[in-house]
């Protein structure tokens, strides 16, 4: 940067003057832009700077040559778009606010203001300027030439320069798009002040000329061509050529004179074998003037494309026979004009040429070998390639073999199929006879085969085939004659085991038996609901080992042969019907609830389904550890079971109890298999039955004493034993059998105590011991209501009065009435709340509950009568105490007349009860194990003792009588009080009154009649002193009376009660 004596003497001038100012605590005055002189039309700032001060605590005057020009609290002064007018000498002073005279000033700045100087743009190449040349553009400042600039360009009046440089001169290698117009400007480096722009130059850039590359004759080549590239330039002159390739192989490469590509000006030529597919080629100009060089031309890729082939083709076939027409077709597919040649061997003489793409002749053994052809033109492409070779053999006549699809007889409804076989069959028909070789009766046929689709038996015959093909048709001989034999079709049959009623899970057996093959090997195909789903199978048996729903259909079957693919008849349809998972189904016939001694049996069924099934009885038992249990479908316990040891498990249905006894009670369930591997069903529904002892040997007492109870209610069980049986325990069933345990109940020894009842305790009380005694079940309700019905638990014994109470949860009222039903019909109703049935008898036994008009309905409970011969128990007593002299007097008799006929009779009686069947043991009760002995034990609750009056003719008895007295205990009243009458046991007497009758002997036995009679004490006749005693002992006496030898007085066919 250059400045003038003048400029620098001015600057001097100003430093000094600032250094002074500062030093004497004065302003000095800084201007923008700061330079020796400043362009017109610039904007100056003049800033009053007054070292060390507040700027807010001043106010500043200015002026110009001396001349005031402003008062301002600013401290700078700006003088926009300054004129050169405007060159003066600048000052500025201060004075402090707040106090008066205190001020200064600052030294004078000179301001020299000038003209813009303006820039002008030279563009030094001239004439037409072409693409890629190089121009150079000058921006010239005349002014100042001793001031540094930094120039820059600009295109079309933009705003952006194009081009920066620091230098006046800019060289720009020039495209197309580089057309427009130009100007320049300059700006000072020492204050950033800019020059005027200058003029706009406009610069034209011109495209090179472009060479057009052309080919002959076409850029898609045949194999062999030749072919010739020219470059042309239509403008200007004086140009030579330039030549460029590129392939796959070798990238770019320069084309110059050689073997294979002659160069001539501005073409070269390329030989057919060095033109390769999908080489690319260019070309350029280049001349001495300007434009040195053209653009590259347009790029040419080369196809290479085979020359179209020939095809030839022989009819009828290339194996033909002496004197057959024989055609050579010679098939070009691509343009058209052909002219066609045939040859033979290696011969290049054609053998035929025509304008006819076909060649016919008739075939001799001399022309027998290879041939070919091909095509010429006159147009591109000239020729074709030539043909496939094609060996034509020549031979005799043929004879073809006739055969058939099956061996042996052909079955009636099979299809059959006769086969012509020919070693060349191309372009035959053939022709079939039958009985005869007729022409005129001759069937023909495309293919080399004849089928009868449903062969009956007039279908069998002799057969006979040839063969032809041409026109005129060319024949082959005869084949040999071949029988056909057609017999009947045998009947396949279905069999599905292990039942067609089938459930999911099982393993199934669909068996196919073909009737009266005999030892035909067959192969079996299966179909369900008439599609195949099992196809050819070796074995006559297919096992579907886990059976489910959707394996249900109808299915068939059919036999295939395996010598020769010939079906049988189809089978009839056999409906398989899977259903969900088998369910065994357990009842009970004739009642749950029953009196020892009764007979009771067990059946089990699987619903839906009969055949083949064994069955297993399981018990009910609390849960012990590896037992079975029984699950509900949602997986939760319900049964734990054991399975009946005694039960025998086989095909039938039932487990029968006879005699049922106390240790029966119980729940049972069954379950049947079938199959190999077992297929089990699911565990029946549990069934209890309930076995009322006669004489048990315990007793389930029950505090309070009826079978319903209220909710909330406490409930006390006590098991009482009467033999030598220990470890009694309460037991029950609910919804599964278990005994008493803390989720239930309390147990103190053989009592189970319940303190809070819930309806969950509903169900079936015993007392059960570890040896497997049991007690008479006890049925127990707990209401939920506010009325239950007070009944006894056990059952009531014929004849006994009968009380029913209807008890209200709440407080008593003083007028409970209560309306009783029996079997859901009214029988009464009473204020007091409560009924009695003075008599009771069979026909009262039934379900009873009871109504109250404001507590609601008790639920139903069971009366059980015990049946009794209580009605004849007032006369037998009478007739004991009237003739009890006289039985006394006779039973001395009759025990003499015994012991005599069991000493000579104990023998045969040995013999004879061996031979009585089992059951005629089980007819006469649980306690007597055979007929005919008498045991007698000593201090027993039981005397048996059978007498039997012999009769050589009889062999069994004819009449029997049972009579059963029960003799219970009484209490009477003496003074006023109760007293317990003398203590005796509740014993059975049975006496059987037995006649034999010689004629009737071998009947066997007729009548029997049981009756109980339930003896009360009496109070003794206060006339009477003597005392009449009921031995304790039951004495059984089998009297058999010989009607032969007379009647016994008195006696008939009744029955004696001894004392």
Request: include cysteine.
């Amino acid at each position: 940067m250059e400045f003038s004596p003048l400029s620098v003497i001015l600057l001097l001038i100003s430093l000094f003057g600032a250094e002074r100012a500062e030093a004497q605590n004065y302003p000095y005055l800084s201007v923008q832009p700061h330079g020796p002189q400043i362009f017109s039309g610039e904007t100056v700032t003049l800033t009053c700077v007054l070292p060390g001060q507040i700027v807010t605590d001043w106010r500043y005057h200015w002026y110009s040559n001396n001349i005031h020009l402003n008062s301002s609290d600013k401290h700078d002064y700006i003088i926009p778009n300054i004129k050169t007018h405007q060159s003066s000498t600048y000052r500025c002073c201060w004075y402090y606010k707040y106090a008066e005279g205190h001020y200064g000033c600052s030294a004078d700045v000179i301001l020299t203001v000038i003209e813009r100087p303006r820039a002008s743009l030279i563009l030094a190449l001239t004439g037409q300027i072409f693409s890629g040349e190089t121009v150079t553009l000058t921006c010239d400042i005349k002014a100042l030439t001793d001031t540094q600039w930094r120039y820059s360009w600009y295109k079309d009046d933009g705003e952006n320069p194009v081009y920066s440089s620091d230098w006046e001169k800019q060289s720009v290698s020039v495209r197309e798009s580089d057309s427009g117009k130009y100007t320049c400007k300059g700006q000072r480096r020492s204050d950033s002040q800019r020059s005027e722009i200058s003029d706009a130059v406009t610069l034209t850039v011109s495209a090179l000329p472009r060479a057009t590359l052309t080919v002959e004759p076409d850029s898609t080549v045949f194999t062999g061509e030749s072919v010739t590239l020219k470059c042309e330039i239509d403008t200007l002159d004086g140009w030579t050529y330039q030549w460029k390739k590129q392939n796959n192989l070798h990238g770019w490469s320069a084309v110059s004179q050689s073997v294979s590509h002659t160069v001539n000006s501005n073409t070269v030529t390329i030989s057919g074998d060095a033109v390769v597919n999908r080489d690319q080629y260019w070309c350029r100009g280049e001349r001495h003037d300007r434009p040195n060089s053209s653009q590259y031309s347009n790029s040419v890729t080369l196809s290479v494309t085979a020359l179209p082939r020939a095809t030839l083709t022989v009819e009828p076939d290339s194996t033909v026979f002496t004197g057959e027409s024989v055609t050579l077709k010679c098939e070009i597919q691509s343009y058209s004009n052909w002219r066609y040649q045939w040859y033979k061997g290696s011969r290049r003489t054609a053998v035929s040429q025509s304008q006819l793409n076909f060649f016919t002749f008739i075939s001799s053994a001399a022309d027998q070998g290879q041939y070919w052809c091909r095509g010429e033109r006159a147009g591109r492409p000239t020729s074709s390639q030539e043909s496939n070779r094609v060996y034509l053999s020549v031979k005799e006549t043929p004879k073809p073999e006739l055969t058939s699809s099956f061996k042996g007889a052909a079955l009636i409804g099979n299809p059959v199929t006769l086969y012509c076989e020919l070693d060349q069959s191309a372009g035959w028909r053939f022709y079939w006879s039958k009985h005869s070789q007729t022409p005129e009766s001759e069937t023909t046929t495309g293919t080399h085969s004849y089928t009868i689709r449903s062969v009956s038996v007039s279908d069998g015959g002799q057969y006979w085939c040839r063969a032809g093909r041409g026109n005129p048709v060319y024949y082959t001989q005869y084949s040999d004659a071949l029988w056909v034999n057609v017999t009947g079709n045998p009947k396949a049959t279905v069999s599905i085991k292990p039942d067609n009623q089938v459930f999911r899970g099982e393993t199934v057996t669909l068996r196919c038996d073909i009737q009266g093959s005999g030892d035909t090997q067959w192969t079996y195909s299966w179909n369900k609901n008439d599609h195949p789903v099992y196809p050819h199978i070796t074995t006559q048996e297919i096992s579907i080992s886990f059976i489910v729903e959707s394996d249900s259909g109808k299915y068939t079957c059919r036999g295939e042969r395996r010598s020769d693919s010939q079906r049988s008849e189809i089978s009839d349809a056999v409906t398989l019907t899977v259903s969900a998972e088998a369910q065994a189904v357990l009842s009970v016939s004739p009642q749950s609830w029953l009196t020892e001694g009764d007979s009771v049996t067990l059946s089990c069924e699987v619903r839906g389904s009969s055949i083949g099934w064994t069955f297993s009885w399981y018990r009910a038992v609390p849960y012990r550890q590896g037992l079975t249990q029984i699950k509900d479908s949602r997986g939760y316990f319900i049964h734990c079971v054991e399975l009946i040891s005694d039960s025998s498990r086989g095909s039938g249905t039932n487990y029968t109890l006879s005699p049922a006894a106390l240790h029966h009670t119980g729940v049972y369930m069954c379950r049947a298999e079938r199959g190999d591997p077992a297929y089990h069903t699911q565990s029946s529904n549990p069934h209890p039955l309930w076995i009322t002892g006669l004489s048990p040997p315990a007793s389930l007492t029950i505090s309070p004493s009826r079978s319903q109870h209220f909710y909330l209610d406490s409930l006390s069980l006590s098991c009482k034993g009467q033999s030598n049986s220990t470890g009694w325990k309460v037991r029950r069933y609910t919804q599964s059998v278990s005994d008493c345990s803390p989720s239930w109940g309390s147990v103190t020894g053989s009592t189970c105590n319940i303190s809070f009842l819930s309806t969950s305790h509903t169900g079936v009380y015993w007392c059960e011991s570890e040896s497997g005694g049991s007690s008479s079940p006890v049925n127990i309700t707990v209401h939920s209501g506010a009325v239950i019905l007070d009944n006894p638990v056990h059952p009531v014994t014929e004849g006994d009065p009968l009380t029913l109470r209807c008890l209200y949860r709440h407080t008593k009222p003083s007028d409970l009435t209560a309306d009783f039903y029996k079997d859901g019909s009214f029988l009464q109703n009473q204020t007091t709340g409560e009924m009695t049935i003075h008599t009771v008898s069979k026909s009262d036994e039934g379900l009873y509950h009871c109504k109250l008009p404001e507590g609601g309905e008790s639920p139903q409970s069971w009366v059980s009568v015990r049946v009794s011969t209580g009605s004849a128990a007032d006369s037998s007593l009478s007739l004991v105490g009237v003739c009890v002299g006289v039985s006394l007097t006779l039973l001395f008799i009759i025990v003499l007349i015994l012991l005599w006929f069991y000493k000579s009779n104990k023998g045969n009686q040995q013999n004879n009860n061996q031979t009585q069947p089992e059951q005629s043991q089980r007819g006469s009760g649980a306690e007597v194990s055979q007929c005919g002995y008498t045991p007698l034990e000593a201090g027993s609750a039981h005397i048996y003792d059978a007498v039997e009056q012999a009769n050589e003719a009889a062999d069994t008895p004819s009449d029997v009588t049972y009579s059963e007295i029960i003799i219970s205990k009484k209490k009477a009243k003496n003074r006023g009080k109760e007293i317990s009458a003398q203590s005796s046991q509740m014993d059975t007497i049975y006496s059987i009154l037995q006649s034999d009758k010689a004629t009737d002997s071998a009947a066997g036995s007729s009548d029997v009649t049981y009756a109980e009679i339930e003896l009360k004490k009496k109070k003794k006749p206060k006339e009477k002193k003597e005392k009449v005693s009921v031995n304790a002992d039951t004495v059984y006496s089998e009297v058999q009376q010989n009607t032969d030898r007379g009647h016994v007085s008195g006696l008939g066919e009744s029955a004696y009660f001894i004392n």
